[in-house]
């Protein structure tokens, strides 16, 4: 008898993208056990896409404007930990509520790490209106740490006008393209 694998979706032969598969696969849950890969990893009972293999993933949950309130014109938070030997591709930042409150008249924000927060993702004017092209997308490639550890990567904020406790809405997400260089 043959060990199998379950899923309760199935995949257009001729549409699918690569994203559609991993997506699928994350769905699978074993039946038996699993060892690890080179492209295939096993977690919490379910198979996922190797971190060898570049995709995109939205870090944490959404973030508003009360995550990043400060008072100043500056402020930033941690979106995840790139793990050593880590690789960043591209950033994309998309709002799903415009940025405003008080007397702002400017709100950007931009991806990168403590020193250089514009590393992976230039300053992107979320005060715009919310639309369906309204996005930053940058393709700033590169990496932090080989060995060891991980590199915070973070989101800042930087409004004009009022300092950024002055918001009082504003909702953005943020994805990374990222992966993970083999020993």
Known sequence: ??????????LPATSCTREDIYSLIES???LVAITDDESLTVLNN???AATRVPRWQKVGAAVDYEDLAASALTND???????????IHAVKIKHSTAFSGGALSSYKLSVGIAGNLVKYAAPFDVFQAVGDTA???????????HDAGG???RLAAES???NLD?????????????SVTSA
């Open 1 to 10: 008898m043959t060990d199998v694998l379950q899923t309760t979706e199935t």
């Open 28 to 30: 699978v849950i074993p």
């Open 46 to 48: 379910q198979i996922r």
């Open 77 to 87: 938070i941690e979106l995840f930990t790139l793990p050593g030997a880590g690789v």
């Open 135 to 145: 996005f930053g997308l940058n393709h700033e490639f590169g990496g932090e740490t």
């Open 151 to 153: 590199t915070s990567i």
């Open 160 to 162: 004009i006008g009022a």
């Open 166 to 178: 002055a918001a009082t809405a504003g909702v953005v997400d943020v994805w990374v393209l990222w």
